[in-house]
T-cell receptor
Framework: RKEVEQDPGPFNVPEGATVAFNCTYSNSASQSFFWYRQDCRKEPKLLMSVYSSGNEDGRFTAQLNRASQYISLLIRDSKLSDSATYLCVVNRGGSNYKLTFGKGTLLTVNP | DTGVSQNPRHKITKRGQNVTFRCDPI?????LYWYRQTLGQGPEFLTYFQNEAQLEKSRLLSDRFSAERPKGSFSTLEIQRTEQGDSAMYLC??????????????FGSGTRLTVV
């Protein structure tokens, strides 16, 4: 089993749609969780950290369920500029802060 | 530019040649990471430095790969006797050593290696 698994995608949605990404992780000792965004042929960029209580940043909402080892990202009112690959990322803890990435889910928002 | 800088941006090399990539992290960051990303996959961890010490290496880092970070500043990643399977984007990231739990890493733009 892979350490971080995401919806395989791709997702194609119309502008204004709500889209949800799901992710599971296998290591119950994981301590920190993130969503990164990666545009085509560019480097990954931090979209948001994911906190146990859930957190929101504008149109983006992230949720964490430690008991189920499940992370989600919800994008409301999607824009053309949201088209990208969304990477679920987990830090298993320890002193090296190594991040483990999922394969990513490609989102295309259509006009 | 105060971000993570990687050079070159692109490298095309013939199989069997050696290549070296450079990463200049954000100046106050003491942690530096190398990742490799192939098409359709997420980045995979290769190695990690804290200051000048290389503290962890992935099993992906075969003996043809070597990384250094002299003086705890810039880092180099060398691949000897390149193979076509080495074709990938090589990403460098740095972090400050505190607060990663909240802020993750800052990645450079990457070096795209094509082995022909």
């Amino acid at each position: 089993r892979k350490e971080v698994e995401q919806d395989p995608g791709p997702f194609n949605v119309p502008e204004g749609a709500t889209v949800a990404f799901n992710c599971t992780y296998s290591n119950s000792a994981s301590q920190s969780f993130f969503w990164y965004r990666q545009d085509c042929r560019k480097e990954p960029k931090l979209l948001m950290s994911v906190y146990s209580s859930g957190n929101e940043d504008g149109r983006f909402t992230a949720q964490l369920n430690r008991a189920s080892q499940y992370i989600s990202l919800l994008i409301r009112d999607s824009k053309l500029s949201d088209s990208a690959t969304y990477l679920c990322v987990v830090n298993r803890g320890g002193s090296n802060y190594k991040l483990t990435f999922g394969k990513g889910t490609l989102l295309t928002v259509n006009p | 530019d105060t971000g993570v800088s990687q050079n070159p941006r692109h490298k095309i090399t013939k199989r069997g040649q050696n290549v070296t990539f450079r990463c200049d992290p954000i100046s106050e960051h003491n942690r530096l990471y190398w990742y490799r990303q192939t098409l359709g996959q997420g980045p995979e961890f290769l190695t990690y430095f804290q200051n000048e010490a290389q503290l962890e290496k992935s099993r992906l880092l075969s003996d043809r790969f070597s990384a250094e970070r002299p003086k705890g500043s810039f880092s180099t990643l060398e691949i000897q006797r390149t193979e076509q399977g080495d074709s990938a984007m090589y990403l460098c990231a740095s972090s400050v050593g505190t607060g990663e739990a909240n802020y993750g890493y800052t990645f450079g733009s990457g070096t795209r290696l094509t082995v022909v």
